[in-house]
């Protein structure tokens, strides 16, 4: 139903930063939700950050609150995760989440990975 397609991981220095992008297509609803969760080796995935279309609000793990930021383009069907002062522990694989507020399935992308390390 919806494809999502990530770009923009890669290898950075603590401290550093790294801009995350996804790009949804196919049948898109108008009231949907979108955001970002990540899977470090040997942990559970995680949410990271969300947003809505409609009224555009925002949500964030409390561990990259003031660090990370997450925006959307709804005519352009995009989301992004402007990831500042990057630690070794935001190491891992980050996925693209996209649902429609009236249905329950979700939709994931297929993953880009982030490593933090000096």
């Known amino acids: 139903q919806v494809q999502l397609v990530e770009s923009g991981g890669g290898l950075v220095q603590p401290g550093g930063s790294l801009r995350l992008s996804c790009t949804a297509s196919g049948i898109i609803a108008r009231s949907n939700t979108m955001g970002w969760y990540r899977q470090a080796p040997g942990k559970q995935r995680e949410l990271v950050a969300t947003?809505?279309?409609?009224?555009?609000?925002?949500n964030y793990a409390e561990a990259v609150k003031g660090r990370f930021t997450i925006s959307s383009d709804n005519t352009k069907n995009t989301v992004d995760l402007q990831m500042n002062s990057l630690k070794p522990e935001d190491t891992a694989v980050y996925y693209c989440?996209?649902?429609?507020?009236?249905?329950?399935?979700?939709?994931w992308g297929q993953g880009t990975q982030v490593t933090v390390s000096s």
């Open positions: 989440w996209y649902r429609a507020t009236f249905d329950l399935r979700n939709n």
């Open positions: 947003i809505t279309s409609s009224r555009g609000s925002t």
